[in-house]
């Protein structure tokens, strides 16, 4: 267990670092104006799958608990500098409205999630806030492609560093979460219900 939880970790960290490189050397924006919403999405069902369906992934996260992942969304934060940056004139309103206070709102329940008794209600709100938080990324990511799309250039922020890390990491492994969170939802009610 400690091993597969050992490669997921080495896994996160090189994609990581491969997504710095990448906004580094400013890829995002060099790609076709339809190139980047489908490797995004490209990037987000291969984790996703991989993470139900490759052994030593699927065990490392089985042995994570929704606590655990639920604190990784802690840093969906970031939307408030997406808030910042549309004040300055540097991100469309758009996008920084909606994907900035959809991440505040989702990481402010996470947090809430983090500090609430196990039990029914825990289960019952955990449900709701996954739902909510993946259709956040799921907004988000469709009007970074639209705004791309429309107004070239308007997202020219979320190409290079720091921000190249959200569509090419982070939104991934925090999509990829939401389901591992559905499933372990899922299948706690029938171990209850059994």
């Known amino acids: 267990m400690r091993a597969s939880l050992l490669r997921l970790l080495v896994l996160l960290a090189v ?13 995002l924006a060099r790609l076709p104006v ?12 291969g984790f996703s799958v991989a993470l139900t369906r490759v052994n030593g992934l699927k065990a490392a996260v089985l042995a994570l608990s929704p606590r655990t992942i639920l ?4 840093i969906r934060f970031i939307g408030a500098y997406f808030l910042w940056l549309h004040t300055q ?4 309103a758009e996008f920084a409205h909606r994907a900035g206070w959809g991440d505040i709102v989702a990481a ?4 809430g ?12 709100i955990l449900f709701w806030w996954n ?9 988000a990511v469709g009007t970074a492609g639209w705004l791309t799309v429309t107004r070239p250039g308007s997202m020219i922020e979320i190409t290079q560093l720091p921000l ?3 569509p090419l990491w982070a939104v991934p492994v925090l999509f990829a979460s939401h389901i591992v969170l559905y499933r372990a939802w899922r299948d706690q009610g029938r171990s209850t219900a059994a």
Do not use: K, N, Q, Y
């Open 71 to 74: 604190a990784l969304h802690l």
């Open 113 to 124: 999630l983090l500090c609430w008794p196990e039990g029914a209600s825990f289960r019952r």
């Open 131 to 139: 739902l909510v938080g993946a259709a956040d990324l799921v907004l």
């Open 108 to 111: 402010a329940g996470a947090l």
């Open 34 to 45: 339809f190139a980047g919403p489908l490797l995004i999405a490209s990037l987000t069902a």
């Open 89 to 92: 004139g540097r991100m469309p």
């Open 15 to 27: 994609w990581g670092l491969a997504a710095a490189v990448a906004g580094a050397l400013h890829l």
């Open 164 to 166: 190249a890390l959200i």
